[in-house]
């Protein structure tokens, strides 16, 4: 069994900071790509970031130069640094990992929980 917790969400104000974490845990063999999404009320879920297992970032417009995508690989963890928030980056942040179960062969992508950003004006 295989899980992606998000932490550290929260409501901010704007101009102000958070760091999202994400960590992935269970029987776990590898982890390919992760990344960040997010959904706001009445919108589609959008990519945010992703950084690959050779550490390549991308970055939809609207964050770059304001968000840094890392991540740990001894602790199976991602990390979303958002600086200069905006109340139009609110919205709940999921977090994505494409991985490897032990004892599987092909790759499948597994979802967190979602953690709410609310950034006030």
């Known amino acids: 069994q295989v899980q992606l917790v998000e932490s550290g969400g929260g409501l901010v104000q704007f101009g102000g900071s958070l760091r999202l974490s994400c960590a992935a845990s269970?029987?776990?063999?590898?982890?390919?790509?992760m990344g960040w999404y997010r959904q706001a009320p009445g919108k589609q879920r959008e990519l945010v970031a992703t950084i690959t297992s050779g550490d390549s970032t991308d970055y939809t417009d609207s964050v770059k130069g304001r968000f840094t995508i890392s991540r740990d690989y001894a602790k199976n963890t991602v990390y979303l640094q958002m600086n200069s928030l905006k109340p139009e980056d609110t919205a709940v942040y999921y977090c994505?990992?494409?991985?490897?179960?032990?004892?599987?062969?092909?790759?499948?992508?597994?979802w967190g929980q979602g953690t709410q950003v609310t950034v006030s004006s």
């Open positions: 994505n990992a494409d991985l490897l179960q032990s004892g599987a062969t092909l790759l499948r992508s597994y």
């Open positions: 269970g029987n776990i063999r590898s982890i390919n790509g």
